[in-house]
Nanobody, 124 residues
């Protein structure tokens, strides 16, 4: 069974922090790269961060480098996105996604499974 379930979104003031979690089924998680994407109203879904199956390599879009950290716990089939120093422009629905195979992709079309998304709102 394929399952990706995000949690941890919410409303936070600018400069604050949130930690998103994505719990996956073993079939969805094991051996696969994981990514976080976000979609603001009226905009396309964009890559935020990705992590290889091994966890040894991580990738970020330029706008979140130094502020966001992606990690994974393979024993718990869970991927996290720690978001610090949040800005109003980070406001979006955040999606967790799984890509078959161990290598990270940055294009939405490269990912095979998606969660339902969690809303993150950053107030100024």
């Amino acid at each position: 069974q394929v399952r990706l379930a995000e949690s941890g979104g919410g409303l936070v003031q600018a400069g604050g922090s949130l930690r998103l979690s994505c719990a996956a089924s073993r079939r969805t998680f094991s051996g696969n790269a994981m990514g976080w994407f976000r979609q603001a109203p009226g905009k396309e879904r964009d890559f935020v961060a990705g992590i290889r199956w091994s966890g040894g390599s991580t990738y970020y879009t330029d706008s979140v480098k130094g502020r966001f950290t992606i990690s994974r716990d393979n024993a718990k089939d869970t991927v996290y996105l720690q978001m610090n120093s949040l800005k109003p422009e980070d406001t979006a629905v955040y999606y967790c996604a799984a890509k078959l195979g161990g290598y990270v992709g940055t294009d939405v079309n490269q990912y095979d499974y998606w969660g339902q998304g969690t809303q993150v709102t950053v107030s100024s």
